[in-house]
Nanobody, 123 residues
Framework: QVQLVEFGGGLVQAGGSLRLSCAAS????????MAWFRQAPGKEREFVAS????????TYADSVQGRFAISRDNAKNTVYLQMNSLKPEDTAVYYC????????????????WGQGTQVTVSS
C-alpha cells in the first residue's frame, strides 16, 4: 500500500514557475514508477510526466515537453514536478500517481493516487 500527498500548488502569473512535491509512504517507493497527471474543469484527466523507479528514465506529454521536469528522491520518498514558463492552459488539479508499469501514460495503469493540488495560472 502506498499513500501519496501532494504539495506546492498555488496561483502564479503566466511565465512563472512552481514546483510540486509528492510525498509517499511505505517502503516500496523506489520500486514504483511515478507520474503526474492533471485535470482541468470539464476535461478528462491527462498525463503530464512520468519517471522510472530509479529515476533514470522520464517521459513527458508534448504540451509540457521542455517546460516541465519530473524528478524523484528515493531517499526522501518524494517525487517532484518543476513547472516553468507556465501558461493559463496549465491550470488544473495536479495529481501524482504510483504504479508498476514504467512510463505508462494511461491513468488506469497506476494503482495509487494522491488527493491532488490546485495550480492556477493567471494571464
Amino acid at each position: 500500500q502506498v499513500q501519496l500527498v501532494e504539495f506546492g500548488g498555488g496561483l502564479v502569473q503566466a511565465g512563472g514557475s512552481l514546483r510540486l512535491s509528492c510525498a509517499a509512504s511505505g517502503r516500496t517507493f523506489a520500486s514504483h514508477a511515478m507520474a503526474w497527471f492533471r485535470q482541468a474543469p470539464g476535461k478528462e484527466r491527462e498525463f503530464v510526466a512520468s519517471v522510472s523507479g530509479a529515476g533514470g528514465i522520464t517521459t513527458y506529454a508534448d504540451s509540457v515537453q521542455g517546460r516541465f521536469a519530473i524528478s524523484r528522491d528515493n531517499a526522501k520518498n518524494t517525487v517532484y514536478l518543476q513547472m516553468n514558463s507556465l501558461k493559463p492552459e496549465d491550470t488544473a488539479v495536479y495529481y501524482c500517481a504510483a504504479g508498476s508499469t514504467v512510463l505508462a501514460r494511461t491513468a488506469s495503469r497506476y494503482d495509487y493516487w494522491g488527493q491532488g493540488t490546485q495550480v492556477t495560472v493567471s494571464s
